[in-house]
């Protein structure tokens, strides 16, 4: 069993915070594409006055697609970072009154309690900030405790393969990651867009 992998930036630190908000759009333009893909898929499968939990916000950038889109939508933004939070704060200003941020780190025991039921659980790009890729199961179980009856869960992260990332500890094969939904308890797991070294995942309950 190998141990967890240390990040190599502290993203609750200003500094490394404003730095990946910066780089992260010129690293992997095609991002866009799956910000739109979400929307697209949570305006086909959820309700228009949605519930929306996001898992690693980060700067905020998918929730403004979401808010943007989906006027109905209410979002609650939930990141380790409290610089993270400041970034997305000022990014969603015009959404002020859909927001709620929750300071509070998904590799902490319990980090789920209190936290309430949604419709509609996304994550981009953080799964494997669980630093190793074993934990993923129970974070999805996690999850799928906090959905409602024929919930919706969308999973994004990079995968190891052709076209991928190569660290085989700390990311997951596009199987891996539909064998990790599986095993949290999900009930189906269908494959939404594959690009660049991205991968997005729809899971149902």
Excluded at 13 to 40: G, N, V
Excluded at 163 to 185: D, I, P, S, W, Y
Aim: charged share 20%; glycine share 8%; with cysteine.
């Amino acid at each position: 069993m190998f141990d967890d992998i240390p990040s190599p930036v502290d993203l609750r630190l200003m500094s490394d915070a404003r730095e990946w908000e910066q780089s992260s759009m010129d690293k992997r333009p095609y991002r866009t594409e799956f910000f739109a893909k979400f929307t697209d898929e949570i305006s086909t499968h959820c309700s228009s006055t949605v519930k929306v939990l996001e898992l690693g916000s980060g700067p905020g950038f998918l929730a403004e697609h979401i808010l943007r889109a989906i006027p109905g939508a209410s979002y609650v933004l939930l990141d380790f970072s409290s610089s993270m939070h400041e970034l997305a704060a000022a990014r969603l200003g015009n959404f002020t009154s859909r927001t709620k941020f929750v300071e509070r780190s998904f590799k902490d025991v319990g980090w789920e309690l209190g936290l309430g039921k949604f419709q509609c659980i996304v994550t981009n790009q953080a799964v494997h900030e669980l630093r190793n890729k074993r934990h993923a199961s129970v974070l999805h179980s996690q999850v799928r405790t906090l959905l409602d009856t024929g919930g919706n869960y969308f999973v994004c992260d990079h995968f190891v393969g052709e076209g991928g990332v190569t660290n085989q500890h700390l990311f997951m094969t596009v199987e891996e990651q539909v064998e990790a939904l599986l095993r949290a308890g999900f009930k189906s797991v269908r494959q939404v867009m594959l690009k660049g070294s991205l991968v997005l995942h729809h899971a149902v309950i």
